[in-house]
């Protein structure tokens, strides 16, 4: 398979940082504080289903804008995830830098994860970024976690999954067609967040080319023959609909 080369912050827009934007933890923080809407933080829960013991209640523009200014600065996003303030976590997505990712890092921010928003975040604007061969590891490692307490590091395994197959333009077919049974693995996990991931993975690799169209649509299909109220069914039935439009 491939390696692809992480882009370079510039050539992923990541702006240097301008017009004062703090470089610290602490200013961060305060700034982030002060961006924070108590309205927003108290709807996470019950309008969108995001855990969050801490959170100031910032905007995913606002956090994207507060990103641009303060530029890519791994360090600083690595200080900003430890912080364990769900929207410095959304931010230390977009601080990062791809090209800094290893394996420990990747594993010790996926120990972490705690809600859908961040795993989907960091899977999609930071992981899928990293060195191919690295990412494709964790999305093999991570889709077989079965743990109790590993929904959303599964989650987050079938998710990058997804977001490989949207992004990245260079792997070959069969890095996703090879991957279709941890899909079919995941579709049998009833945890809502596992099995809504599967199902992202399988329509993004069917969106990606015609055979991954029709190898997607045949495991869909037969996902979705599975006995009413299973999470095979569901899986199935979402996915069909999607590659059929």
């Not at 108290?42 to 289903?49: F, H, M, V």
């Amino acid at each position: 398979m491939p390696t692809k080369k992480p882009k370079s912050p510039a050539s992923r827009g990541a702006a240097r940082p301008t017009g004062g934007a703090p470089r610290d933890v602490a200013g961060v923080l305060a700034e982030l504080k002060e961006l924070g809407d108590p309205r927003t933080r108290d709807e996470l829960e019950p309008r969108y289903g995001i855990t969050a013991a801490k959170a100031f209640g910032v905007s995913m523009a606002k956090i994207q804008a507060l990103a641009k200014r303060v530029g890519r600065d791994h360090a600083l996003a690595r200080a900003l995830w430890d912080t364990g303030w769900y929207d410095a976590r959304l931010l230390a997505a977009f601080v990062a830098d791809p090209a800094a990712l290893t394996s420990s890092q990747m594993d010790q921010w996926s120990r972490d994860f705690d809600n859908w928003a961040v795993v989907d975040t960091v899977c999609f604007k930071l992981f899928d970024q990293a060195a191919t061969k690295l990412a494709f590891a964790k999305v093999d490692q991570w889709s077989r976690r079965d743990g109790p307490r590993d929904e959303f590091v599964k989650r987050a395994g079938l998710a990058l999954l997804a977001c490989l197959a949207l992004h990245d333009t260079d792997s070959p077919d069969d890095a996703f067609a090879s991957r279709l049974p941890l899909v079919e693995r995941g579709a049998g996990d009833d945890r809502n967040f596992v099995k809504k991931a599967a199902s992202w993975a399988l329509k993004a690799i069917g969106a990606r080319s015609e055979p991954l169209n029709v190898a997607a649509t045949e495991l869909a299909g037969r996902l979705a023959q599975s006995p009413p109220g299973s999470p095979e069914r569901w899986v199935g039935r979402d996915a069909t609909k999607a590659l059929k439009r």
